[in-house]
């Protein structure tokens, strides 16, 4: 059986520990700094990167609304 941690259950699970995501973040914002970017470019890509979160779980919810609807009968033709 894999570890808690490994890659496979993280994926499954859905989330990462709050220290990953937070050395996650600090690296990439290293990393934007190192390759010449300014702190408004890290928060334009950040203001991106959380329009696409949201955007993704709009549809998502979407997606699960419209399964309910299909499972469901239509009003009035609940006993027929």
Do not use: C, W
Not at 18 to 44: C, P, S, W
Not at 50 to 67: C, E, M, N, W
Not at 68 to 76: Q, T
């Amino acid at each position: 059986m894999p570890p808690e941690d490994s890659d496979k259950s993280r994926s499954v699970r859905g989330s990462m520990p709050g220290a990953e995501i937070h050395v996650l973040a600090k690296t990439m914002f290293r990393d934007f700094m190192n390759a010449g970017y300014q702190a408004r470019d890290v928060i334009t890509f950040a203001t991106e990167l959380l329009d696409l979160v949201i955007a993704s779980l709009r549809q998502t919810k979407s997606d699960t609304a419209a399964g309910i609807r299909k499972s469901r009968p239509p009003p009035g033709e609940e006993g027929k």
